[in-house]
C-alpha cells in the first residue's frame, strides 16, 4: 500500500489515545502526558478514549471511539492484544485512517486479524509492538519514551524499540534532532518500504537513518531506497549479523545496500559520524585526500587511517610543492609506503593564521586533490578559533569537500563550534574524521552503482537460451517421470530437487558462453592460487544471488581466505560485476598474473552466470570451482548443478529490464522498435535532445535549455522499472548503418506513484516527425502498460498553449482541467 494515509500518522491534525489512563507506569498515561507536553495540543487536538474516566489531565475523555468529536487522524492503541483487532474495526468505520499498536501481539494469527480488520477501510497500522513516533518540528510526540526527540533535518527509521531509544539518548547529549522519529515495531502493515517512500518526497528531511534487524519484503524496499538513495542520503545500520564465515547473508545484505545507493554502516556511533559528512558533501570527482595539520603524528594516525580503508593519500603536484616551499612549509615525512609523505602539509606549532590560509589555498588549488583534512591540536600559540575565523570562509567558498578535526576541549571547542556553524564537516579525532571520508567516498561508489541499470539478458543469443530452457525443461520433466515411477523410495530422498549430470551441466553452461572442463583437462590443468570460485544461492530475503571469490582448496577450508568473497543482485552488468571481483583479496592475486584479457573474460563470466538466473527460474543451485581466467577465456574445472521447480524459487529484488515490452510495429513505411528505455542509450538520447526544436524543448521541460547536463541525462535513461517507465521509438540510424547504430524517434516516460494510483506522464517527438502519428503510437503503449499493471489513471501538468498534448490525452478519452498555476492545465486520464 507504501504512502497511503502516511500523511495521517506522521502529520495528523487529531489523536485519539484508546487505553488513556492516569495510573502509574501504564502506556496509556505515559502517551497521554508525551502528546500533551509535545505541543499537539496548541494546534491540534487530543482525544482520551477510555470508559472508566471522563476527563484525563484536563481534556475529556470518551468512553468509545465512536463516541468521539470527528473521526481522528490518528489513534494510539494501549489495550491488551485480544482487543485491538475489535478496536481498528471501530476506528476504521469511524473514519480513522492510521493507528500505532503499541501493544506486542503474539503469534500469526492475531497479526493477521489485525490486517484483515484494517483492509475494508485503507487504515494503516504501525507496529504493533511500536513505541511510537515523534516529529519535533510539529509538536508531536506520540511514543511512550521518556526522551524527547529536538527537532532537525534528519529521519530515524527503527523496527528496534530498545535500540531506538538507545539512539534517542545518544542524540540528545550530541544536540541531533529529527525531523521524524519512528519505531516499526513488528511492522506487519507499514515497513521500512512505505516509509522511504515517504520520507524521499519530506522536504523537512535532509538524511534518512535506518536500523534494521528484519528485512520482508526485498523489492519493495529496494525499489524504494533506490528512489530515496536518488534524492538524499540514506545509512543503514544493520542489527544481528551473524559472523559465521559460511553465512553469506550479510555479504548479500551488503551488496543490496550498495546496489541501492544507501550506505551501510557498522555501528549507531557510525550512522551519525556518517550523517555529518553525507549531508554536507560536495560533488567529488575521487578518492584523494589532503591533509594539513600542525602535528606530524596526527598526520600519522591519518595516514594509517585510510591504509585501513585501502585508500591512499593525494600526491601533490609539483607546482604545489614549489609554491608550498616558497611558503617555508615542510610536507610530512613518514617511513611507511604511501604514507602521508606524499599529502600531509605540517606547519610548526606558531605557524600564524595566515599560513594556514596560504597553505589551505596552495592545497585546494591542486588539481590533485579531491578533498581537504584539516587536523589540528591545541598550541598556546594561536588560538583555535582564529584559525578557524579566518578559515571558515575559504572553506564555505570551495568546490571541494573539506573535513576537519579539532582535538582538545575547551581549547578547541569554539574552533568546532565555528567550522560546525558554516556546514563544515567537523569531528572529535582524527580516526573519525577519516572514517567519514572513507564514508563518503564508499557512498561516491554507492552512488555509481545506483546508476547502473542491466539488461535483462544482454549477452546470450535467442537460440542458446531456448535450447537451455528446453534442457532445463526435459530434465524437471525425467525427474518427475523417475518419481512416478519410485514414489515410496524417492518419498524424503531430493524433494523435488534435480542434479544435473556432467553432460546436462556442460551443455546448459556453454548455452550461455562458459566452458565446463573434461575430467581428463581438469585433471591436467590442477590447482593454482588464482583460481577462484563462482556461486549462486537463493537468499532468505532478497532471492537470487550470485558469490564470487577465493576458489581451489583454500574455499573449502576454515580460513581467513574461506570469507573473502563477495556477492552481487542479478542481473549484472560488466561496472558491476568488475566492482564485486575489485571487492576481494583474490584480485590483488588475479591481478598479478591475469592479462587485461583475462581479467575482462572472468568478469563476462559474473554476468554470464547472473543471466542463468535471471532467465532460468528453475536454477536453484550452481558452483563453478574452480574457475580459471587464461589466454582471454574462462573454463570452470569444476561444477554442480541443480535445479528446483520454480514455485520454490524467490523473485529477483531487482527488476531485470523488462525485455518482454518490447514490440516491432509499422509505422511511416517501414518498422520501428518501440521499447523500455536503457542506460546505453545515453548517447543516442543526446542526439535525440539535440534533434529537437527550442521551441519544442520549452513545451516538455517548461524552460529554455540546449543541452541535457549529465546528471539529467543519467536520470532519464536508467530509471527504476518497478517505478517508472520510458518508451522510447527507435529504427536503424541512416548514417550510422553500416556500425549498427540506432537512433530514437520520440519518448513517452511515466513516473508511477508507489501506490501504484497514479502516473505522472510526458511525452515528445522529434520535431521534425511530428504530425505523424507517432505521438498516438507512443502513448498508447504507455496506456496498455500502465493498465496491465493496475494504475488507476495517468495525470500531467502541460502549458496551456500546448495544444497538441491536449488533443493527444482526448484522443484517449482523457479530460483537460484547470490549474492552480496560471498559463497550465492539468491533464487527466482514467485507466481503470
Known amino acids: 500500500m507504501s504512502i497511503k494515509h502516511l500523511d495521517r500518522l506522521l502529520a495528523p491534525r487529531s489523536v485519539a489515545v484508546i487505553g488513556a489512563s492516569n495510573k502509574p507506569h501504564r502506556v496509556g498515561t505515559r502517551v497521554l502526558v508525551n502528546l500533551a507536553a509535545g505541543g499537539l495540543v496548541m494546534t491540534g487536538a487530543i482525544w482520551p478514549v477510555n470508559p472508566k474516566y471522563t476527563e484525563l489531565r484536563g481534556m475529556a475523555c470518551y468512553p468509545r471511539a465512536a463516541a468521539l468529536p470527528e473521526a481522528p487522524d490518528l489513534a494510539i492503541i494501549c489495550t491488551p492484544a485480544a482487543t485491538i483487532a475489535g478496536l481498528i474495526e471501530e476506528l476504521g468505520a469511524r473514519g480513522a485512517r492510521a ?3 503499541m501493544t506486542d501481539v503474539n503469534g500469526r494469527a492475531q497479526r493477521q486479524a489485525l490486517l484483515a480488520a484494517a483492509q475494508p477501510y485503507q487504515l494503516r497500522i504501525l507496529g504493533p509492538g511500536s513505541i511510537g513516533l515523534q516529529a519535533p518540528a510539529l509538536g508531536l510526540d506520540a511514543s511512550f519514551t521518556h526522551l524527547p526527540a529536538g527537532a532537525g533535518k534528519l529521519a530515524f527509521v527503527s523496527q528496534s524499540g530498545a535500540l531506538a531509544g538507545a539512539v534517542l539518548d545518544w542524540a540528545g547529549q550530541r544536540g541531533i534532532g529529527f525531523s521524524q522519529f519512528v519505531t516499526l515495531g513488528d511492522d506487519v502493515d507499514i515497513d521500512f518500504g512505505d516509509l522511504l517512500d515517504y520520507l524521499a518526497a519530506d522536504a523537512a528531511t535532509e538524511a534518512i537513518l535506518l536500523c534494521v534487524e528484519d528485512l520482508r519484503s526485498a523489492r519493495k524496499f529496494m525499489s524504494a531506497g533506490r528512489l530515496a538513495a536518488r534524492a538524499k542520503p540514506v545509512i543503514v545500520f544493520k542489527s544481528g549479523v551473524r559472523q559465521d564465515l559460511d553465512d553469506g547473508a550479510d555479504l548479500v545484505f551488503d551488496a543490496a545496500i550498495r546496489r541501492a545507493g544507501m550506505l551501510r554502516v557498522h555501528s549507531t556511533e557510525d550512522l551519525f559520524d556518517a550523517v555529518e559528512t553525507l549531508v554536507r558533501r560536495r560533488p567529488q570527482q575521487g578518492e584523494r585526500l ?20 585501502e585508500i591512499r593519500p593525494a600526491p601533490l603536484s609539483g607546482v604545489t610543492r614549489k609554491r608550498l616551499g616558497q611558503q617555508g612549509m615542510a610536507i ?71 573535513l576537519t578535526c579539532w582535538l582538545g576541549g575547551a581549547s578547541a571547542a569554539r574552533g568546532r563550534r565555528q567550522f560546525a556553524d558554516a556546514g563544515l564537516a567537523t569531528f572529535d579525532t582524527p580516526e573519525t574524521a577519516v572514517h567519514g571520508f572513507l564514508y563518503m567516498a564508499q557512498y561516491r561508489r554507492n552512488q555509481a552503482l545506483l546508476m547502473e541499470v542491466p539488461a535483462g539478458v544482454p549477452g546470450t543469443a535467442a537460440p542458446p537460451r531456448a535450447a537451455a530452457r528446453a534442457l532445463v525443461k526435459a530434465a524437471l520433466a525425467a525427474h518427475r517421470e523417475e518419481q512416478e515411477k519410485n514414489k515410496e523410495k524417492n518419498k524424503e530422498k531430493n524433494k523435488g530437487a534435480v542434479i544435473l549430470s556432467d553432460d546436462e551441466a556442460r551443455s546448459l553452461l556453454a548455452a550461455y558462453g562458459i566452458a565446463l572442463a573434461t575430467p581428463q583437462q581438469a585433471a591436467l590443468a590442477g590447482h593454482t592460487p588464482a583460481a577462484v570460485r563462482i556461486e549462486i544461492g537463493i537468499d532468505r530475503v532478497f532471492g537470487p544471488v550470485v558469490f564470487f571469490g577465493q576458489g581451489g582448496p583454500a574455499a573449502d577450508v576454515s580460513s581467513g581466505l574461506a570469507a573473502d568473497r563477495t556477492a552481487g543482485l542479478p542481473p549484472l552488468n560488466m561496472v558491476l560485476a568488475r566492482d564485486m571481483v575489485g571487492r576481494t583479496r583474490i584480485a590483488r592475486l588475479l591481478a598479478q598474473g591475469q592479462t587485461a584479457a583475462d581479467a575482462e573474460a572472468l568478469v563476462r563470466t559474473l554476468v554470464q552466470v547472473a543471466d542463468m538466473l535471471t532467465d532460468l527460474p528453475e536454477l536453484a543451485q550452481l558452483d563453478l570451482n574452480p574457475v580459471l581466467a587464461i589466454g582471454g577465456a574462462v573454463v570452470a574445472l569444476g561444477a554442480r548443478l541443480q535445479l528446483a521447480a520454480p514455485r520454490s524459487r524467490r523473485t529477483l529484488a531487482i527488476r531485470p529490464y523488462p525485455q518482454e515490452l518490447e514490440q516491432t510495429v509499422a509505422w511511416g513505411g517501414g518498422e520501428i522498435v518501440l521499447r523500455p528505455i536503457r542506460p546505453e542509450d545515453a548517447a543516442q538520447h543526446q542526439a535525440f535532445f539535440h534533434a529537437l526544436d527550442a521551441d519544442d524543448v520549452r513545451l516538455r521541460f517548461f524552460t529554455a535549455m540546449r543541452e ?28 550510422a548503418a553500416a556500425g549498427g547504430g540506432a ?44 493498465r496491465s499493471r493496475g494504475t488507476a489513471e495517468i495525470v500531467g501538468d502541460a502549458l496551456a498553449e500546448n495544444l497538441g498534448v491536449q488533443k493527444l490525452v482526448r484522443h484517449f478519452g482523457g479530460v483537460v482541467l484547470p490549474h492552480q498555476e496560471a498559463g497550465m492545465v492539468r491533464l487527466q486520464l482514467p485507466l481503470q
Open 708 to 735: 541535457l547536463p549529465p546528471s539529467q541525462l543519467a536520470r532519464l535513461t536508467q530509471i527504476d522499472y518497478d517505478r517508472a517507465m520510458a518508451f522510447i521509438a527507435t529504427r536503424p540510424n541512416p548514417v
Open 290 to 309: 589532503a591533509v594539513l595539520t600542525n602535528g606530524a603524528g596526527l598526520a600519522v594516525i591519518a595516514a594509517d587511517a585510510l591504509a585501513a580503508g
Open 332 to 402: 610530512a615525512v613518514n617511513a611507511g609506503a604511501h604514507s602521508a609523505a606524499d599529502s600531509a602539509i605540517n606547519l610548526p606549532a606558531d605557524a600564524p593564521v595566515e599560513l594556514y590560509v596560504a597553505a589551505a589555498e596552495a592545497l585546494l588549488a591542486d588539481d590533485q586533490t579531491d578533498a581537504l583534512l584539516l587536523l589540528h591540536a591545541p598550541t598556546p600559540m594561536v588560538a583555535a578559533d582564529a584559525i578557524a575565523q579566518a578559515l571558515a570562509p575559504l572553506f564555505q567558498a570551495t568546490g571541494r569537500n573539506v
Open 99 to 101: 493507528v500505532i499498536v
Open 743 to 786: 537512433e530514437t524517434l520520440g519518448v513517452v516516460r511515466a513516473v508511477i506513484d508507489p501506490a501504484n494510483q497514479s502516473a505522472e506522464f510526458a511525452i515528445i517527438i522529434r520535431s521534425d516527425l511530428k504530425g505523424q502519428g507517432l505521438g498516438y503510437i507512443l502513448f498508447g503503449k504507455l496506456v496498455d502498460y500502465l
